[in-house]
């Protein structure tokens, strides 16, 4: 039997590659010289396209694709993913949400603990020889702070456990008000970040949640207010971001994810209140290979003409 063909869109995971190779004939879009030549030789051999959060399918790539039958992600994030052109031509779409979830929550709280302890400072204190000098300044406690939290699906639930554990009050915006919690609720994300000292972007990127953190609501975050970020960088309006962290209009900030990543804003560089990941929220051993398994998966349940395991479309 002719293996399916599989389009992958760009280096993701060497197993996930290597599992692909072994089940498919695995296509790799980013070695090929000439695109326009590899989609006029392989559009209609491709029937399914695997993308993550850097490349996915969008409406080009599906529109270029006439034979894709279905799209998995290697991601809980569909952003990247033109959903609406999928519904259209009736392409599957499935992702990798639950896996991760532990490893994003866990990076959230890290994050806010590198911020207010100062950790990256106290790091680069002890390295530069400075504490032969005196000791280092004091810092921030995170046990017993006021956490908001924008999106309250599995990431904004394990980081709320989370941050619960440290006896910290916790509070929340979403589309609408969960059941089963007694988290308190703001139907609006200003009322939010006016009422928390610790505001946590873990909400999914549509159209409704770009640019979520505007001036506004950093504003209403206040000057003490510290905000983490490890949903997607458009989340945040990140001039406003860059602006209100100069003028100290903002304590600080643990970002994990950025506007036009790899591309990070200068600005943010050279401040010591700023904790800089790089998209490494789901980056662990054991998660990445969760997650290829789980597309590998859900690829041969389809191909199998078995229900997929974690359908999106």
């Not at 440290?166 to 008000?177: D, K, M, N």
Request: hydrophobic share 40%; charged share 25%.
């Amino acid at each position: 039997m002719e293996k399916p063909v599989l389009l992958m869109t760009n280096p993701m995971s060497e197993y996930l590659e290597h599992e692909l190779s072994t089940r498919f004939t695995l296509l790799k879009l980013w070695t090929q010289s000439s695109k326009p030549e590899f989609f006029q030789q392989n559009s209609s051999l491709v029937k399914a396209v695997v993308g993550d959060t850097k490349c996915g399918a969008d409406a080009e790539m599906i529109e270029s694709l006439p034979g894709l039958e279905i799209v998995a992600s290697y991601s809980v994030g569909l952003d990247k993913i033109d959903l609406d052109k999928c519904r259209e031509k009736s392409i599957r779409v499935t992702n990798t949400p639950d896996v991760l979830t532990d490893d994003v929550a866990d990076l959230a709280i890290g994050l806010i603990m590198a911020v207010l302890r100062r950790v990256c400072v106290c790091d680069g204190f002890v390295r530069s020889g400075k504490w032969k000098d005196g000791d280092f300044g004091l810092a921030t406690k995170f046990s017993g702070k006021s956490v908001g939290i924008v999106g309250l699906g599995r990431i904004g639930s394990a980081i709320a456990k989370r941050a619960e554990a440290f006896g910290c009050p916790i509070s929340y915006h979403s589309r609408s008000q969960k059941p089963h919690t007694d988290y308190k609720y703001y139907s609006n994300i200003v009322e939010l970040a006016t009422n928390c000292q610790i505001l946590v972007v873990a909400c999914a990127l549509v159209e409704d949640t770009h640019h979520i953190v505007n001036q506004i609501v950093i504003d209403a975050l206040g000057p003490n207010g510290i905000l983490i970020n490890i949903g997607r960088g458009a989340h945040i309006d990140e001039p406003e971001l860059v602006s209100a962290l100069l003028e100290g209009r903002l304590a600080g900030a643990g970002l994990d994810v950025y506007e036009n990543e790899p591309e990070v804003p200068k600005q943010l560089l050279g401040l010591d209140n700023v904790v800089l990941l790089p998209h490494v929220g789901s980056d662990t051993e054991e998660t990445s290979k969760a997650m290829a398994d789980l597309v590998i998966r859900n690829l041969e349940a389809y191909f199998g003409n078995k229900p997929l395991l974690t359908p999106v479309l």
